[in-house]
């Protein structure tokens, strides 16, 4: 039932409940995941019927954010923070999640990062491979790849559309390059990463409009790595 | 390419009885309980779920003459539990699984599993609008297949026999016409008519006894799934 060489994480949104802004508060809320960014609070994670967990930012100001991070450094109950995901154990990273309506200066945000910022800008992180969307910028979603500060950003070539599911996923080989797919279709190889690299599995949302609740809906998110060697 | 590990049109979800503790009477209140089932049913409290060192979890009535012990989702609102907070009605090509052991065959004792909307204080086949489900009421031999469709109910014997202390393996599964498959053990023993979108349906598992002797159940497992809603 085991393999002692690489094993895999599977997190179905909401079967542990919501994801709170603090996952050690509220029992019944998920341990692994909770949500960070400006603005946010407890109320803007929801179950959806049909599509999952819907993350929505609030309406207090531009650049309300709602980002679904592992639980917060010491907390101790998240293998998605306190396992390593550096590139060099062929890791993977696999989002399935909803667009809705596309309005002002959204922003999508689905990868792996070191951390997140108050504004999200595709060079801030020093060390990053994210699928990105910015409306009235990009028509395609974008892969922002960052090695130790040096930022490449490509265009995957693939229409970002409304109310549409999307299959992400990233796979770093043997030489720590990153492999990006969406929906199956590989759009994108990086340059090789950095070995060692404590990034973690992130899907965010980000509203251009102050006065714009900004939804996402996140079914499900998944990482793989080989365990170390002995 | 590696193979997926997501699926993003389906999804499935199996719960492991006792994997995260027994289901008590709120999956609130103890933060070492079951957050996904509870239990309800007439006289049931915490102290009527146990685990078995062999055979999963049981359900033990208490005695009094009806009462009941029913493992269904957590409460409304609660927000804790994907198998209440996500919509499995039949439209998705929902599917519900259970395995559970039956216990003593006598006493007209009740046993049920499958999809409900709510679950009555004495279980009659045909009171709920929707629900669709197998039952057994000891006196009459077979497992019984329900189909209620707004108020309108359909019966079918499945001929499969019901024996004390026994495994069974129940299984109901929607196809795109929304009409239910129902298996017991991998063989097909009824299909019902289409059924209605739309339609709220809980998976539940319910022992009930119809004398004042206390009855039990085994539940071993139950697994629901469902198509993603489309775009």
Partial sequence: MLNPHRFSRVWQAGQKGLAGVDATTAQNEDHEFEIIGEAVSDSDCVYDDDHGLVLSTSTAGDDDQCALFPSTAGDDCSIFRETNWGPENETEFECVIRTETLADADIYVFGLMLSWPATYDSAVDANQVVFSYLHGTDTTWQVDANIANVDVSADSGVLVVANTVYHFAIRFDKDLRAHCFINDQEVFVSNPMIAGVAWMPIVAVEAGAGSESMNLYVRSIAMARNWGVN | ?231
Wanted: glycine fraction near 8%.
């Fill in chain 2, 1 to 231: 390419m590696a193979e997926n590990m997501l699926d993003p049109h389906r999804f499935s979800r199996v719960w492991i009885a006792g994997q995260k503790g027994t289901p008590g009477a709120d999956s609130t209140a103890i933060a070492l309980e079951d957050h996904e089932f509870e239990i309800t049913g007439t006289a049931s409290s915490d102290d009527d779920v146990t685990y078995d060192d062999d055979h999963g979890l049981v359900l033990a009535t208490d005695g009094n003459g009806a009462d009941q012990v029913i493992v269904g989702p957590q409460t409304a609102g609660d927000d804790a539990s994907i198998f209440r907070e996500y919509s499995w009605s039949p439209e998705n090509e929902t599917e519900f699984e259970c395995v559970i052991r039956t216990g003593a065959w006598a006493n007209s004792v009740i046993f049920v599993a499958g999809w409900n909307l709510t679950m009555p204080a004495t279980w009659v086949a045909g009171d709920d609008n929707d629900r669709i489900c197998f039952y057994a009421v000891q006196g009459t031999a077979n497992w019984q297949c329900v189909v209620n469709i707004g108020g309108t109910d359909h019966l079918g014997n499945s001929g499969v026999i019901v024996v004390a202390s026994t495994v069974y393996h129940l299984a109901i599964r929607f196809d795109s016409d929304r009409r239910p498959s129902f298996y017991i053990n991998d063989r097909l023993v009824y299909v019902g008519p289409p059924c209605t979108a739309g339609t709220a349906l809980l998976p539940w598992v319910m022992v009930e006894e119809a004398t004042a002797a206390s009855k039990t159940l085994h539940v071993r497992s139950i697994a629901c799934a469902r198509n993603w809603g489309v775009n």
